[in-house]
């Protein structure tokens, strides 16, 4: 439920329908997170595509975009998205409850990479305060094998996890899992 008006995937039709069937297909049941963007078809098409290009990212895991969401939610206090990714850390990336925690009180104690940690820690510092990154911050990452793809990819991802977090919180849409 949402205080905005959002459109049912029992009562949808037309592209919302189309979009919906697609969702539904791919993961069982439409999000009420993806539901909300249902009050603008374009939105909501570009949302599920969105999704479709990160969860087959060629170099950007699953994991390390979980993280991404549930960490700048963590600090945009999106309990609904925190809880989401933390479940999906668990539910499709194997990780523990106690790695998850781990995670969250210190990204840098988590089962990720040390190059999936310097990026991470570049998006963080992005989505936090953009104006700190720096050429030093990149280089980091370049050294730590990123291209400048995966770079501006990550730190996208973030970005519109903040944007997410925003619409999700603002429209006080509830929790369906």
Known sequence: MSILQTVKPEAATGEVAEIY???????????????????????????????????????LSLALTACIRMLVSQAGHCDYCIDMNAGLLINAAGWTPEQVAATRADFNA???????????????KATRDSSTVTEADLRGARAAGW??????????????????????????VERDF
């Open 21 to 59: 069937a697609q969702i539904q297909k791919a993961w069982g049941h439409v999000p009420a997170a993806i539901q909300v963007f249902s009050a603008n078809p374009f939105l909501l098409r570009h949302q599920w595509e969105y999704y479709g290009s990160v969860m087959q990212h060629p170099t």
């Open 147 to 172: 291209s400048d793809g995966d770079i501006l990819d990550a730190v996208n991802h973030g970005a519109r996890m903040v944007a997410g977090d925003i619409v999700i919180n603002g429209f006080k």
């Open 110 to 124: 988590s089962p990720l990479s040390a190059a999936e940690k310097t990026l991470l820690a570049l998006v963080l």
